[in-house]
């Protein structure tokens, strides 16, 4: 997946010379498994992560549908301690938009009759990892339910 990006990044960095293609080659490789063993670290330290959410930016949990889990939602959203932009607020969905460092992230949480699903994902880019940051968002938001049923990730 990091291969074409870490290829590009070493012919062009050679200004199109392709004298020497077995240099980007090499370049690519070691670039593209640098980077995929870099995110993996950073999903290694999470004891609980599932085998599905191994180095994904879409991640989705199960929540029983409280008012006090629909309210602390609120609250959190209405006092953020990050930049946030909602983009959609009606009484059974709520959809806000999350300031990161390189692709902002959607968190989505929609109530239905028996649960709160709340998801996850890059806004741009979403087939690439993003060093566990959308997993560690949404455990927070697991970690401060009142009532968690089902802390199911990527499969809901």
Same mark, same amino acid.
């Given at each position: 997946? =990091?291969? &074409?990006?870490?290829?590009?990044?070493? $012919? +062009? !960095?050679?200004?199109?010379?392709?004298?020497?293609?077995?240099?980007?080659?090499?370049?690519? =490789?070691?670039?593209?498994?640098?980077?995929?063993?870099?995110?993996?670290?950073?999903?290694?330290? =999470?004891?609980? $992560?599932?085998?599905?959410?191994? +180095?994904?930016?879409?991640? *989705?949990?199960?929540?029983?549908?409280? %008012?006090?889990?629909?309210?602390?939602?609120?609250?959190? $959203?209405?006092?953020? @301690?990050?930049?946030?932009?909602?983009?959609?607020?009606?009484?059974?969905?709520?959809?806000?938009?999350?300031?990161?460092? =390189? !692709?902002?992230? $959607?968190?989505?949480?929609?109530?239905?009759?028996?649960?709160?699903?709340? !998801?996850?994902?890059? %806004?741009?880019? *979403?087939? @690439? &990892?993003?060093?566990?940051?959308?997993?560690?968002?949404?455990?927070?938001?697991?970690? !401060?339910?009142?009532?968690?049923?089902?802390?199911?990730? *990527?499969?809901?």
């Amino acid at each position: 997946m =990091f291969f &074409p990006f870490c290829l590009a990044f070493g $012919i +062009l !960095s050679r200004q199109f010379n392709f004298d020497d293609w077995i240099f980007f080659l090499i370049v690519g =490789f070691v670039g593209a498994f640098g980077i995929t063993f870099w995110q993996l670290f950073d999903y290694e330290k =999470f004891n609980e $992560i599932a085998y599905e959410d191994f +180095l994904e930016s879409k991640h *989705s949990l199960k929540l029983e549908n409280t %008012k006090e889990n629909w309210d602390q939602f609120y609250e959190m $959203i209405k006092n953020p @301690l990050l930049d946030l932009e909602i983009i959609e607020n009606t009484e059974n969905k709520l959809k806000v938009q999350f300031e990161r460092k =390189f !692709s902002d992230s $959607i968190l989505t949480m929609n109530k239905t009759p028996d649960a709160i699903i709340v !998801s996850i994902e890059k %806004k741009f880019f *979403s087939f @690439l &990892p993003d060093r566990a940051e959308n997993y560690r968002t949404i455990q927070k938001f697991a970690k !401060s339910a009142q009532k968690s049923t089902n802390i199911a990730t *990527s499969g809901v």
